[in-house]
């Protein structure tokens, strides 16, 4: 039994708030501070007791609980602070919410989709935590991408250290703060919790991750998850981690072992890693049944350990206080839950018209009349190719804003900065960030591990805190790992957070073909896997000047921009430009028309444009006047340059790099066709790649991929129509 003292002991040790209304430990009496303790533990339970009743009731329509777990989080809860360390939560966290200060009806406000519902606003399903004040950053549902999110949190921190200029520009940094980041055991098996550790291992981050182990990942159990049953065992050697374990259903065990890890946080000597053993005592989730592949047997060794009754009885046998005082807790807060849960269920849901709110930034358009600086641009000095320009933006942006990092594989000129006078510079495979590393130092030009989700997953734990990420991603072939991050976080963070988060980051990524060598690995194009997805911005210039003045644009919005750049077309002399003012910009969804005609419109991007212009020469001698219109933005596109130019026409060709079947091409004839329908006197016509991959062997790769010669017959076709 451990002894009175030693509870009061350690509790005299962990000297931050209970709750965000709360004052600091050592201002509370011994006492108070367990009673606490036990009282969120017994409310996290009885709120998920609510909540299965209610789903029971068909009243809510989703629930997990956090059950079984509550003694380590609520050790958590009182060791870090609400609204200034940060939180990265999965959804047993329940418990840890509550002693940041989250109320139980903030919580059942999540259970019932209200729209006043601080997690999500009703977009989320419940114990999917979020709470702007309590720096908790909006959760999602894919297992594990909180974990590098909340090492670029860290980082974020880290660089604001290294970067002067920062210090008046970005408020809520703190030199002592800690992110914290927590998983299940089954979450371990993903491969973004080993790139995690790995960073912030490497670069000693003050990143508390809290591995809450209950054997079982829905019915797989941890020995089947990880070689040995015991994924502690295996991160023992990462440099500068310091490993604790602990039984996580012991409050007193689990306070202690949170507060060493803290402190050692806190101290700036490196990340730490916490691996509680927990229980699970009710099914994964209301969706599963555990009965189907737990014994009674086991099922019942757990619930002798289940931490709330534990603490209890524990605090009983230690005089803390009686049956009676704690039989009066249970009612009271018995009392809270039922009434939050008749205010929850009387609360208004979101309204229909609010769905499309806060795909992108209410506040910033980068499609106004404020980013286009066009038709006054200025240019001077001699013409640079599309690397050249794009360089150039990087620079004068990052002179402009010293909150914008760039980093990915091989974007530094030298990571060893003791050989960095001595040798040319790397600055990316392409030399697209050659120099910038040089200019403004290893803190905001830097090279990361060969890893993309490590790329983007940080990226957006620096975005959230603040700074401007802007990314490259080598090559487009390699953008797959990164697809969660991208789809399911970097996407949707706003719009999941009904606006209470956000991630403004620019991911660059050089794409496409025609490069006679690429083969199937470096000659990708598939555009339309990430113009469907909401809340992400495409863009996707043809030449330099425009590849400058949409990339400005980019850096300057408050969306998330997939930028594209054609790597046939880095270097191409009949795209190359004079080099523009510092504040040239253009804005999204503006088509530009890159030739007159009469005849026939061709809908284009990227480098079907040269090739559709080359194939109007030709046609033009035999009489066919064509009209090109280079879209450059893809998402959002420029609708009415497209209709405009159908109307004079009526007739049309689509022109892109990807394969013909459900291609970007496909969308834009099929609005045509639905729309403009009267204005057409022949079919809409696409030309395209073939549907199959592209071949190294250049005879093969140009008949897969469109040729201008294929442009020309197109239009020989519809002419004839």
Same mark, same amino acid.
């Not at 790397?426 to 905001?444: D, I, P």
């Given at each position: ?100 200060? +989250? ?12 729209? $006043? ?27 594990? #991408? ?148 737990? *014994? ?10 289940? *931490?709330?009754? =534990? ?29 939050? $849960? ?43 190719? +599309?690397?050249?320009?794009?360089? =150039? ?111 403004? #980051? ?78 040239? +910009? ?17 809908? #284009? ?117």
């Amino acid at each position: 039994m451990t002894t009175d003292t030693k509870v009061l002991k350690l509790v005299r040790k962990s000297g931050s708030p209970v709750a965000a209304e709360a004052t600091t430990h050592e201002e509370l009496p011994d006492h108070k501070l367990l009673i606490e303790m036990y009282r969120t533990m017994y409310l996290s339970r009885r709120l998920d007791d609510k909540e299965i009743q209610l789903k029971g009731q068909n009243r809510i329509f989703f629930q997990i609980s956090g059950a079984g777990h509550e003694a380590i989080l609520v050790a958590a809860g009182v060791v870090l602070k609400p609204g200034y360390d940060w939180f990265y939560p999965y959804y047993r966290d329940r418990a840890l919410c509550l002693q940041l200060g +989250m109320t139980p009806l903030e919580m059942l406000l999540s259970a019932v989709g209200a729209e $006043a519902d601080p997690n999500s606003h009703g977009r989320q399903m419940p114990s999917h935590w979020g709470h702007k004040k309590l720096n908790i950053v909006s959760q999602s549902s894919p297992t594990g #991408t909180q974990l590098l999110q909340a090492v670029g949190c860290a980082e974020a921190s880290y660089r604001y250290s290294l970067i002067p200029e920062l210090q008046k520009r970005i408020s809520n940094f703190h030199k002592d703060e800690v992110t914290y980041v927590s998983l299940g055991d089954g979450t371990s098996s993903e491969g973004e919790f080993w790139e995690a550790l790995n960073t912030a291992s490497n670069l000693k981050l003050p990143v508390v991750f809290l591995l809450e182990d209950n054997g079982y990942a829905i019915s797989v159990p941890v020995e089947v998850q990880t070689a040995g049953g015991d994924v502690s065992r295996l991160v023992e050697n990462f440099p500068s981690l310091y490993l604790q374990r602990c039984d996580g259903t012991d409050a007193i065990e689990s306070l202690e072992v949170m507060r060493r890890a803290v402190d050692y946080c806190r101290q700036r000597q490196g990340p730490a890693l916490v691996h509680a053993k927990v229980i699970r005592p009710y099914s994964h989730s209301l969706s599963d049944d555990e009965k189907l592949y737990r *014994p009674d047997e086991e099922r019942a060794s757990d619930a002798e350990r289940d *931490p709330v009754k =534990r603490f209890g009885a524990l605090l009983i046998d230690e005089g803390v206080l009686d049956q009676d005082e704690l039989q009066h807790i249970k009612d009271e807060v018995d009392r809270i839950v039922n009434e939050a $849960a008749d205010t929850a269920l009387s609360s208004a849901q979101p309204a229909k018209e609010t769905a499309t709110q806060f795909v992108f930034s209410p506040d910033v358009d980068p499609c106004s009349k404020e980013f286009d600086t066009e038709d006054r641009v200025q240019l001077s000095g001699n013409a640079g190719t +599309m690397v050249d320009l794009i360089n =150039r933006c990087l620079d004068t942006e990052m002179a402009r804003d010293p909150r914008i990092v760039v980093f990915g594989e091989d974007v530094a000129d030298c990571s060893r900065e003791q050989y960095l006078e001595g040798v040319k510079g790397k600055g990316g495979v392409f030399k697209v960030t050659a120099n910038l590393q040089r200019k403004y130092g290893s803190a905001r030009t830097f090279n990361s591990p060969l890893a993309e989700a490590n790329i983007v997953g940080r990226a957006i734990g620096m975005a959230t805190r603040g700074l401007k990420p802007v990314v490259e991603i080598q090559f487009f072939d390699y953008i797959w790992p990164a697809m969660h991050q991208i789809r399911n976080e970097l996407a949707l963070l706003r719009w999941r957070s009904g606006n209470e988060w956000k991630a403004p #980051t620019v991911i660059r990524v050089p794409i496409g073909g025609y490069l006679k060598g690429g083969a199937v690995y470096h000659s990708q194009s598939g555009v339309s896997t990430f113009t469907q997805i909401p809340g992400l911005r495409v863009i996707y210039p043809s030449n330099a000047l425009d590849a400058n003045g949409l990339l400005r644009t980019a850096i300057r919005s408050d969306d998330p921009v997939l930028f594209l750049e054609h790597k046939h077309l880095y270097r191409q002399a009949y795209n190359k430009s004079q080099y523009p003012t510092d504040e040239f +910009m253009i804005p999204f969804g503006k088509a530009k028309r890159v030739r007159e005609g009469t005849d026939i419109s061709i809908i #284009t991007y990227g480098a079907l444009v040269q090739r559709s212009t080359v194939a109007a020469k030709q046609m033009e001698q035999a009489g066919v006047s064509v009209e090109i219109i280079d879209l450059r933005s893809l998402v959002p596109f420029d609708w009415d340059a497209i209709a405009e130019s159908v109307k004079k026409t009526n007739r049309v060709i689509v022109a892109h790099e990807d394969s013909l079947s459900f291609g970007y091409g496909a969308e834009i004839a099929a609005r045509i066709s639905d729309e403009l329908f009267e204005y057409l006197d022949a079919p809409v016509k696409r030309v395209c790649a073939l549907d199959t991959f592209v071949a190294y062997a250049p005879q093969l790769e140009d008949a897969i991929l469109p040729q201008a010669s294929d442009v020309a017959k197109a239009i020989a076709e519809l002419k004839a129509y």
